[in-house]
């Protein structure tokens, strides 16, 4: 076994001892159903030896050794099943466990992280990989386990019946073992390949159920069934190679090495019965203890297949729960304990940002946002409008410089003070499974039925909620498909109200709504920034021309800023955008 295998099976070990005490009391059972299923045989060979050769038939011996034979039949099934329904729980107890584990880091990974990462190979390592890790816990914990017990039960018992061949028999068990060894060292690199594709798999299916609408408008099945294809024949081929190798190392070995151990033991008792008689209950014994060695063999050589692909899945779980890419978290700053936003003022100071590492998108940017004030930043599409949000909202760690929040380091504001004082109304609406006072409430306890109303009327969404079917407890389908654009984002403007934010920020929050709907909102956008200090980023100018500064950027950098009057006598970057606005505005209404 490699070394990495070796530490993730001692990792996934380590989750048993919370469950110590179910797991001896399993234990226990299945030692006592194993003593019960090897102590047959020697049952069966008392009767053939001691009574049935010599003609010695005594009614009540026989009865009693028929009964006891029975009892030995029953007990044995009755705590094979206890032993299968403790070992089960214990499985699926900490597969529950990893599940929750895994989840919880998931929602503390960085944007970078899922920049990066497919969503659909997040999800195969959720769920396919977890459910993997579910067998091996199944075949270490119980068939490995007893089989081998039950397999050192079988060889005390042929060392009862008779000690020189039983040592000859053990020489069957290195052949196994290197069989074993043989199969997973081939395995392993198969089965990597199987769950990354199957994770490429599930990143395909993701993206292409997502972007259905798109696929077809633009009339691209069969290209994306050719990409879904060729991924599907990857899987296939390392599955089928993967086939050819249990078809061999398997079953069809393991038989060999069976037909080897039999003929073994007639030749022995033929050799034994030409000097002396053999008894035949022995004979009887052994031949059946063979089989019943073989067939956990078989059963452990078959389960190896299942143990390799738990391995191999848990292998990429715990790649997952080690991940560094944390956001970004609290810093000790000296003299600060656990700071709150009071008045809400924003400093970014020589602040330069990268997504990749190797291109800015950010260069340098200073900027100044007084409590209660609106700052707009506009600028073509890449010019890094969104970043600066991003940053403000501590989704990605800065690069160079730092940002400032009421004069202390954006580093030392813990998580839930920046989510409860910083309301987001992002460029795309989304909307969860669940209904409308949920999706508005978000689970938050401080929110209240009627504050939900109230957030509600402020946004002006109560008119089209009224007309629902079942109101505010309409029942919201994924991501709010049943909903207009202009619909999801009013939702998302009073999700954002209702917490009471002190600074707000409007991430081209009109872009989803329509030009006679964002009219009647601005006053709305109004009410909402009075007394709050708001980010507003806007590709519409004409949404804008009423804050306080206008910040325009141009591929990271500030090139201009002022009030949108100082903007137009400058007839700079800010002006020709206006300019062009305009014009396409009359080439509309024309």
């Known amino acids: 076994m490699g070394t990495s295998q070796s530490k993730v099976i001692k990792r996934l070990l380590l989750y048993v001892r919370p469950h110590s005490k179910k797991l001896i009391h399993a234990f226990i059972i299945l030692f006592l159903a194993t003593a019960a299923d090897v102590a047959g045989p020697l049952i069966i060979r008392v009767f053939i030896d001691h009574y049935l050769t010599p003609r010695i038939l005594e009614p009540v011996t026989l009865f009693l050794l028929g009964a006891g034979y029975i009892a030995l039949f029953v007990l044995s099934s009755v705590l094979q099943y206890c032993q299968l329904i403790s ?39 959720i769920t396919n990989d977890t459910e993997a890790i579910k067998e091996l816990y199944l ?23 008779d000690f020189r061949f039983a040592i000859f028999c053990l020489i069957f068990i290195p052949l196994i073992l290197l069989l074993m060894g043989t199969y997973r060292t081939l395995s392993t690199r198969l089965y990597r390949i199987l769950r990354k594709e199957l994770g490429h798999l599930n990143a395909k299916l993701n993206e292409t ?28 081929q390392a599955a089928f190679s993967n086939i050819k190798l249990d078809s061999f190392l398997t079953r069809p070995a393991v038989d060999i090495i069976y037909t080897l151990a039999f003929a073994a033991v007639l030749s022995y008792f033929g050799v034994q019965s030409l000097a002396a008689f053999a008894d035949i209950g022995v004979l009887y014994a052994f031949i059946n203890y063979l089989d019943r060695f073989f067939e956990p063999v078989n059963t452990m050589m078959m389960r190896l297949s299942q143990l390799q692909q738990s391995v191999i899945a848990a292998e990429r779980v715990f790649e997952l729960l080690d991940e560094e890419n944390m956001a970004s978290r609290v810093k000790e700053i000296e003299g600060v304990s656990m700071p709150e936003i009071n008045k809400g003022k924003i400093e970014f ?39 600066i949000s991003s940053l403000l909202l501590r989704f990605y760690p800065v690069s160079n410089g730092e940002i400032l929040m009421d004069g202390i380091p954006l580093e030392a504001y813990s ?18 499974v669940g209904s409308v006072k ?17 957030a509600a009327r402020f946004v002006q969404a109560d008119e089209f909620i009224a007309k629902l079917p079942d109101g505010y407890s309409e029942a919201v389908g994924e991501r709010g498909a049943t909903f207009s654009s202009g619909q999801r984002q009013l939702l998302c403007f009073a999700r954002t109200i209702a917490g009471k934010p002190k600074i707000l920020i409007l991430d081209e929050a009109t872009a989803s709504v329509d030009t006679e709907t964002e009219t009647s909102i601005q006053t709305v956008l109004k009410k909402m920034r009075q007394n709050r200090t708001t980010l507003a980023i806007a590709h519409r100018l004409s949404t804008i021309q009423d804050a306080d500064l206008i910040l325009v950027l141009n591929h990271g950098q500030i090139v201009e800023r002022g009030t949108h009057k100082q903007l137009i006598e400058q007839r700079g970057l800010y002006y020709k955008m206006f300019l062009l ?10």
Request: charged share 20%; glycine share 6%.
């Open 209 to 236: 159920l997502q972007g259905m609408s798109i696929i077809q408008a633009m009339n691209q099945e069969k290209r994306f069934r050719e990409e879904f294809g060729h991924i599907n024949e990857r899987y296939y």
């Open 349 to 387: 100071r020589n602040v330069s940002f990268s997504y990749d590492g190797v291109t800015e998108v950010l260069k340098n940017i200073s900027l100044t946002v007084e409590p209660g004030q609106t700052v707009a930043l506009v600028g073509h599409t890449g010019s890094g409008k969104s970043t």
């Open 438 to 454: 949920e999706n508005i409430r978000m689970k938050r306890p401080q929110i209240t039925l009627e504050q939900v109303c109230e």
């Open 87 to 125: 070992f089960n729980t214990i499985a699926l107890e900490i597969i529950h466990q990893i599940r929750v584990e895994i989840f919880s880091k998931v929602q503390y990974l960085s944007l970078r992280y899922f920049d990066q990462t497919p969503a659909g190979v997040l999800v195969s390592k």
């Open 415 to 432: 998580e839930s003070e920046l989510r409860e004082k910083i309301g987001l109304v992002a460029q795309d609406p989304f909307l969860f």
């Open 581 to 590: 606005q305009q014009n396409r505005g009359k080439l509309m209404s024309c």
């Open 139 to 161: 075949s270490v914990l119980s068939t490995y386990v007893q089989n081998i017990l039950f397999l050192f039960g079988i060889f005390v018992a042929m060392f009862i019946l």
